[in-house]
């Protein structure tokens, strides 16, 4: 039986919070922010009443097409803040008139036809995780709008052992493909946050930053070729480990969020499933001395799999730690050989800057069991359902992230910080939590990730939130760092990506998207406006 899908928020129906979660929840956040005193009631499908479609399908794409209000509220937004409050508050917003979810590549040929001929937008849905506005109609554009569910072409076509590489369609999502990868002894070894409701397509259209903090961070490292329909035809680039033959085909298509064409496929590099595991936490008395050893760990060419760098008050509301100390999770994992000699170098590196540390290695029967990994882990898993919840009790809940080179971090990540805390406090959201955390580390930098918890205006937590944000953003262009490390572009990022992306290169993508997309019909206003 098909797990059904939030139409409003996050996930799945069956794996958000129980009520006895939610309650200690609320108990747990209390001491720090006002909590409105009755949550809101997420909306349920008799509560939809959209504007009748504007378009009806052809015969021959109508036994795969979807009008109905549940297909319709479930694609008119991804999954940011703003998108949750905007259901929780039932506003549905240009939904899409129709929902086409084609079989194969002929189908979604067929769909960018029809859209041709109606003049209409279509919008490639992979698993609508995008919290960065990546999925919703322009506000702009009165066209009808189609959008594209790539969730039908979901299966790994063919496995090359001997080149560790896979052909695999674009709609597939995290679970599933690592499932028909397992018996064949592989991995993609690429997961998100959203890993269980994102697709392939999706994460190659977004340039999605994996678990993994270090060395193979983006699925950019793992892309053999890619295969795309646009409005002008087909784009597939040739099947190479490396080549030098001018620009590659494949990296403009990575990070074009829908814009250039629809992925429908891609061989992609594997790796042999993991076999050696060890893991460690260091407990530090500064998010500096912290920082200071996760630059060390990431020059030092060790390559851990987790370097993860949590303040105080990230480890204490992720149940971590108890909020006294900042915390590096460090581990290490491989298919060839132990680890342990890469996990005690580490370990050293780490009390060479304050560290206190503890080591754990998976299955030697003999260390004690930590619990600070893995119950980051899970909090990290259930995280956007926690964060849904949190909207619920009228709380603005809202993340920044970002990549700065080291020699500006210490001073980036301070100026980051308060500025959001003086927004909030501008527009009256305070008392409230801001948080951080390392989510990757380069030899060259780190990605500060930024949490954010205020208590939110019953009637204006939209124009707190947009208060907020620009200011943060706005001080991270000014700051030199990027407006986005891994959550993509999408509408929320445009003002930010207009800024920080030369201007040269912004007429050379439209001049791109001239040629295969004339009509202007893909995602238009998503990274570029037409």
Known sequence: MDRIRRFWGWGF????????????????????IDIAPHPIIPPTPDELHL?????TPPDSLD???????????????????RDVVRALERRWERPPDVVASPVDEDGVIAVLDWASRIDAVVIPYGGGSSVVGGVEAPANDDRPVISCDLGRLDRVLEVDSVSRAALIQAGVYGPSLEAQLRPHGLTLRHYPQSFEVSSLGGWIATRAGGHYATLHTHIDDFVESVRAVTPAGLWESRRLPGSGAGPSPDRLLLGSEGILGVITEAWMRLQDRPRFRASGVAR?????????SARALAQSGLWPSNCRLLDAGEAMMTGAGSGEAHLLLIGFESADHPVDLAMARAAELARDHGGIVEIRRDGDGGQEHLDASDQWRSSFLRAPYIRDSLVCLGLISETFETAITWDRFDSFVDDIRACAENALRAVGAWPALVSCRLTHVYPDGAAPYFTILAPGQSSGRLAQ????????????VAGGGTVTHHHAVGRDHRPGYDLERPSLFAAQLRAAKRVVDPGAMLNPGVLIDP
């Open 13 to 32: 129906e069956d794996a958000g919070l129980s009520h006895a979660e939610e309650r200690a929840l609320a108990k747990r956040i209390q001491p720090f």
């Open 51 to 55: 504007p009748a479609p504007r378009i």
């Open 63 to 81: 036994p795969w097409c979807q009008s109905d209000d549940v297909a319709r509220a479930g694609h008119t937004y991804g999954k940011s803040f």
């Open 284 to 292: 530090f008395a500064t998010f500096a001395e912290g920082a200071r």
């Open 465 to 476: 939130w947009q208060e907020v944000k620009a200011e943060v953003m706005g001080a991270i």
